[in-house]
C-alpha cells in the first residue's frame, strides 16, 4: 500500500508498506493506515453536520425575536459562562 505524508519538518514523504520485510509490521502499517483513513471521514462526516446544524440553529434562532437578548443585560462571569451557557460560535 503505498502512502503520502506531509510532514512539517521535511515535507512530503512517500511509503510503499509492501516493500515492509517484517510480516507484522507491514501488517501494523497497513492496520494503521485504514484506521487513519476512516477517522478522516469520520472528521469530515462530524464537521459536515456540525455546520449543517449550527446553520439551522442559527436560522431558528434569527426568527424567533423573542429569545434574543441584549448584550448590556447579558454580563457573566467566565465561571458562569461555562457551567451555565452554551456559547457556540455560528
Known sequence: MRITLDTKEEGKLSYETDFIDDPTKKMIANSTIRKVSVISILVEAL???NVGHKAGLAKLLSESDEAKLDPKEVE??????????????L
Open 76 to 89: 457573566v462571569s467566565d465561571k458562569d459562562s461555562i457551567d451555565k451557557e452554551s456559547d457556540l460560535f
Open 47 to 49: 464537521t459536515f453536520a
